[in-house]
């Protein structure tokens, strides 16, 4: 039994030395094999190596990705906190920024959609941007069209009124619920509707799309947090929590 503890050792001290440190290549045949034998009996005797390694993997991904992120939000700062047509609310003079890039057909969305007006209402110290980014379909495009029509012709107030009706509609969207919500609050639906389909529309889109594809956002809702990226709905007090250790 002298290969077992010598190949367990061996298996130990790669674990713990650079990869060019164990050179295989040194070996002859029958010693690889015997290692690697030796190797497959420790892992099966001792599976949690296995997934406390993985657990390590994920742990420097992540860091690697949460470091990537802080470079993406800085080289990108003026895009993402100054566009000059993005909807801004909560307090537009609050010591913390959230931006949130959303989609109106998209279910988490709908669900963070109450857990951000619950953070901005209880803070009140918080600036909210938002920025349309349709990636679901017709539907997802057509109901962004019609809010920032809606914001171009009638203002942030509008905007506002409009974009939570949206986001909180059940079923599908048409340019008939649409037009017909736009008149609850009476809105000109006829001056949104043509405007629907303007440059001016098509080049805020077309901004916002190029800024998520530079920060690789592939899905929403995703979220800025002054200078932290954060992928995926958060509930209401995970999210005050990362505002609490912004502020320090």
Known sequence: MFFRPLAAASFAMALALPAQALDLSQMTDEER???REEVRAYLMDNPQVIM???????QRQAA???QAD???????????????FSFVGGNPDGDITLVEFLDYRCGFCKRAHGEVAKLLETDGNIRLIVKEFPILGEQSLLASRFTI???QIAGSEAY???SDAVMEMSGEVSIRTLRRMASTFGLDAEAIEAHMESEAVTDEIRRTRA???RLQITGTPTFVLQDELVRGFLPFDEMQALV???RG
């Not at 802080?70 to 000059?84: C, H, M, R, T």
């Open 64 to 66: 690697a990705q949460a």
């Open 211 to 213: 800024l998520a594809q």
């Open 52 to 58: 406390d390694a993985v657990q390590v993997l994920e």
């Open 149 to 151: 029509a809606t914001k």
């Open 160 to 162: 506002k009124n409009i």
């Open 70 to 84: 802080l470079s993406l939000v800085s080289d990108n700062a003026e895009d993402i906190f100054n566009d000059g």
């Open 244 to 246: 609490d250790e912004k």
């Open 33 to 35: 094999q015997i290692f």
